[in-house]
């Protein structure tokens, strides 16, 4: 079992930047690959990024490539979203989530949910 709080996001104006933080208990965090999801309102919820156990491999979708960078501290059992060059069409509740999967990147292959956090990014 892995449980997953989420934090940081808030209000930013285009062009600026945010760091979403996600927090997990237990002592199997290195097991797992974690992944970002986000879900803007009236849409499906979609992939952002994932980042395999050790942290040296990333995938993230094509929207947000150059300019979100997925990262793991896994003496900390954290993961982080750093989200730059944000952009209003990127305002949506970000979630983070954990699979025993390599890197998978559909909704349906994670395990373990974050709470969900709210980021808008105003024009």
């Known amino acids: 079992q892995v449980q997953l709080v989420q934090s940081g996001g808030g209000l930013v104006q285009a062009g600026g930047s945010l760091r979403l933080s996600c927090a997990a208990s237990?002592?199997?965090?290195?097991?797992?690959?974690m992944g970002w999801f986000r879900q803007a309102p009236g849409k499906e919820r979609e992939f952002v990024a994932a980042?395999?156990?050790?942290?040296?491999?990333?995938y993230d979708t094509d929207s947000v490539q150059g300019r979100f960078a997925i990262s793991r501290d896994n003496d900390k059992n954290m993961v982080y979203l750093q989200m730059n060059s944000l952009k209003p069409e990127d305002t949506a509740v970000y979630y983070c989530?954990?699979?025993?999967?390599?890197?998978?990147?559909?909704?349906?292959?994670?395990?373990?949910w974050g709470q969900g956090t709210q980021v808008t990014v105003s024009s």
């Open positions: 989530a954990a699979s025993g999967r390599y890197l998978p990147r559909y909704r349906d292959q994670y395990n373990y």
């Open positions: 980042i395999n156990r050790s942290g040296g491999s990333t």
């Open positions: 237990g002592r199997t965090f290195s097991s797992y690959t």
